[in-house]
């Protein structure tokens, strides 16, 4: 099991609906809006590194108005 904790940078006067848009895909267990550097803080859990990769490439940043992301994943899962 992989968990990570995905950060987005995403278009301000779009970030409710965004929030709303991440939240919907499957593959989120929790997403919130943050201040700081990025605007999202987003938690996902996946079986397989490639997983990881697809879904943040193929459907986290072809969200409209998600511009920049950074992935970190977690050394332990306990």
Known sequence: MIIAFIMAKVESTKSRA???A???LEQVEE???IYGAYDLLIK???K???ALSSFVV???R???GVRDTITNVCATCE
């Open 44 to 46: 996902c859990v996946f």
């Open 58 to 60: 193929n459907e986290l």
């Open 18 to 20: 965004i929030l709303d």
């Open 31 to 33: 997403a919130y809006l």
């Open 62 to 64: 072809k969200v409209d």
């Open 48 to 50: 397989t590194p490639e």
């Open 22 to 24: 991440v939240r919907n």
